[in-house]
């Protein structure tokens, strides 16, 4: 399930991404550069909904209401496709920070970017590649220990990370929104 929600979120930073480029227009004279940010806000909005709220809900009705424990291999196979996609795409997301980011350390820019895209992926797919190992650990521990109790605090863990993902990705979005000013120190040598 979050695997699925994880594309349809970079659908929607790829969709602002694309609509971001269009040149101004007589309806919007200063371009739609700013629709990058909408869409990455829509994308912390689903990232905080599907990924953080229906996780956390599966693992408290999971400890209210215990489920038969049923591991197979099939368990095992959906967790190896998501971690194999999910850690594809991060991977491809370092890369390319690493070459955005120049001489800048590579958590310095991170901090300092007004891409929201990148940020997006980077930490949605690296909060989703430690999920699988999470849910991994979880359900080796429900059946080792034949409780239904790791499992549902494993999914608990994992929508409380994807819910500080989302809450600082629209954090983010909303300082980029509302145009956040230069540093002071490129101030401060504009100034001198």
């Given at each position: 399930?979050?695997?699925?929600?994880?594309?349809?979120?970079?659908?929607?930073?790829?969709?602002?991404?694309?609509?971001?480029?269009?040149?101004?227009?007589?309806?919007?004279?200063?371009?739609?550069?700013?629709?990058?940010?909408?869409?990455?806000?829509?994308?912390a909005?689903?990232?905080?909904?599907?990924?953080?709220?229906?996780?956390?809900?599966?693992?408290?009705?999971t400890?209210?209401d215990?489920?038969?424990?049923?591991?197979?291999?099939?368990?095992?196979?959906?967790?190896?496709?998501?971690?194999?996609?999910?850690g594809w795409?991060?991977?491809?997301?370092?890369?390319?920070?690493?070459?955005?980011?120049?001489?800048?350390?590579?958590?310095?820019y991170?901090?300092?970017?007004?891409?929201?895209?990148?940020?997006a992926?980077?930490?949605?797919?690296?909060?989703?590649?430690?999920?699988?190992?999470?849910?991994?650990?979880?359900?080796?521990?429900?059946?080792?220990?034949?409780?239904?109790?790791?499992?549902?605090?494993?999914?608990?863990?994992?929508?409380?990370?994807?819910?500080?993902?989302a809450?600082?990705?629209?954090?983010?979005?909303?300082?980029?929104?509302?145009?956040?000013?230069?540093?002071?120190?490129i101030?401060?040598?504009?100034?001198a």
């Open positions: 399930m979050h695997t699925f929600a994880d594309a349809g979120n970079q659908f929607l930073l790829f969709m602002g991404i694309r609509r971001s480029e269009r040149p101004a227009d007589a309806t919007f004279h200063y371009g739609y550069g700013g629709e990058r940010f909408l869409f990455a806000l829509m994308s909005v689903g990232i905080f909904v599907l990924g953080c709220g229906v996780t956390i809900y599966h693992g408290i009705s400890l209210l215990p489920h038969e424990l049923h591991v197979g291999w099939l368990d095992f196979t959906v967790l190896g496709i998501g971690f194999v996609l999910d795409v991060l991977w491809k997301a370092v890369n390319v920070v690493r070459k955005q980011k120049g001489d800048v350390g590579f958590f310095k991170l901090k300092t970017t007004s891409d929201p895209t990148i940020l992926v980077l930490f949605e797919d690296s909060v989703a590649c430690l999920g699988v190992l999470i849910a991994l650990g979880g359900i080796g521990l429900s059946f080792a220990l034949k409780s239904h109790v790791p499992d549902a605090l494993s999914s608990i863990l994992i929508g409380v990370l994807l819910g500080i993902v809450v600082w990705l629209g954090y983010k979005n909303r300082a980029l929104m509302l145009g956040v000013s230069i540093p002071r120190e101030e401060d040598q504009m100034v």
